[in-house]
């Protein structure tokens, strides 16, 4: 199951992580992002300890979306080391993220 990340756990839970991150930034309004959850929560299933996969409601969680520029959701950005690497915005097929999330694994 995808982690819940909120302003208060991001450094914790995102920034100094050992393996690399995946985050979900989503609102329930949004219809696109209700499109995405059941895929992240599917890589969160398959990728267990070697990679974080978490969900960032921006509605609830304002500051670390302002602090990332999230102006379009569903916003993945991904992780690693404590820095952004890469970032996806809109709704995708699962190996889109899949093959951006492996990338960082290497």
């Known amino acids: 199951m995808a982690i819940e990340i909120t302003d208060s756990n991001f450094e914790e839970v995102v920034l100094n992580s050992k393996v690399p991150v995946l985050v979900d930034f989503w609102a329930e309004w949004c219809g696109p992002c209700r499109m995405v959850g059941p895929v992240v929560e599917e890589l969160a299933k398959e990728y267990?300890?070697?990679?974080?996969?978490?969900?960032?409601?921006?509605?609830?969680?304002?500051?670390?979306?302002?602090?990332?520029?999230?102006?379009?959701?569903?916003?993945?950005?991904?992780?690693?080391?404590?820095?952004?690497?890469?970032?996806?915005?809109?709704?995708?097929?699962?190996?889109?993220?899949a093959n951006k999330l492996n990338a960082q694994l290497v």
């Open 48 to 97: 267990g300890d070697t990679a974080v996969i978490g969900k960032l409601n921006v509605d609830h969680n304002p500051h670390v979306a302002t602090t990332y520029g999230i102006m379009s959701i569903p916003a993945l950005l991904f992780f690693k080391d404590g820095k952004m690497v890469d970032k996806q915005v809109g709704a995708v097929p699962k190996h889109v993220l």
